[in-house]
């Protein structure tokens, strides 16, 4: 767990080093949003069928996406990152989250090349895991700044995720005080995306987690219990977060079971071979 005040803006600090269960794994869309600064070969993002691959060597930044993305690592793999909540990058971005939507950069976009280097050869020559994620924090904490709006999108983001993505957007201004458009505004400053959005995304991603591979799955329980008008309805959405139906999501999820049983990535990313 981060130190204060990054736990307010970060879920975990991790480290990634040997051979990934597969050279590919697509990463769905969800409330959360990620920095990588990779210490080993460079790897490939694809964000979406019709997209082309990007590289990146020094790293990147990905704020909270609207579709899969698709991540290809070098064998073996070297890392280090950060999992942030939705608002987590805002502190540490020079530009609009909206402007990165769907649009990872390299982590010298956001840092510049000279502070990435330098903090990947310091990275590159600690002496355990533990030494280079305190290391990352304590850069983190170097580099935060007051960010305006920040406790607004906070506190209003906090709220949809209690709710699980099930509430009224506009009961969401009138609590906070403030017109949808403002709200809106700041969501679209420090998230990314709006509220509305950012609640779907919370929804899904809370249907997708009660999802049991293992046995039998009555989607239609599922889709009405979540909230959505209908199986179709629930179909379309899963296809725009994942880039998969309902049905063939749960193949590779029982196949990443069957091939890699108990392996720590299971519950989220998936095969994407």
């Known amino acids: 767990m981060p130190r204060p005040p990054l736990d307010g803006l970060i879920d975990d600090l ?18 959360a949003a990620l920095l990588i600064v990779n210490l080993g070969a460079p790897f490939r993002i694809r964000g979406g069928a019709d997209a082309e691959a990007a590289e ?15 991540f290809r690592y070098p064998l073996p793999t070297r890392s280090v990152g950060v999992h942030f909540k939705p608002w987590g990058p805002a502190p540490f971005l ?7 939507c769907d649009r ?4 010298e976009q956001v840092w510049g090349r000279r502070a990435v280097a330098e903090l990947r050869d310091r990275l590159a020559t600690a002496d355990d ?15 935060l700044g007051e960010t305006a709006g920040l406790g607004l999108v906070r506190e209003t983001s906090r709220v949809i995720a209690a709710a699980g993505g099930a509430v009224a957007v506009g009961g969401l201004s009138a609590a906070a005080g403030v017109s949808g458009t403002h709200l809106a505004r700041r969501f679209k400053e420090l998230v990314g995306v709006t509220p509305k959005r950012l609640a779907r995304s919370y929804r899904f991603t809370a249907v997708v987690f009660a999802i049991d591979p293992a046995g039998p799955i009555d989607w239609s329980d599922l889709a009405g219990r979540a909230g959505y008008f209908d199986q179709a309805h629930f179909g ?24 890699h049983p108990g392996h720590v990535l299971d519950g989220w990313p998936l095969p994407a071979d």
């Open 14 to 31: 991790y480290y990634l080093a040997g051979t990934p269960p597969y050279a590919g794994l697509t990463l769905p869309a969800s409330p």
């Open 56 to 70: 990146y060597a020094d790293g990147c930044v990905i704020t909270t996406p609207t579709r899969a993305f698709e």
């Open 94 to 100: 020079a530009m609009p989250a909206a402007e990165l």
């Open 104 to 107: 990872p950069v390299a982590v």
């Open 129 to 143: 895991p533990h030494e280079m994620l305190t290391l990352l924090e304590d850069e983190l904490m170097r580099r």
């Open 236 to 259: 379309h959405e899963f296809r725009e977060f994942t880039g998969l139906t309902p049905t063939r999501y749960v193949e590779i999820r029982r196949r990443f079971l069957r091939e």
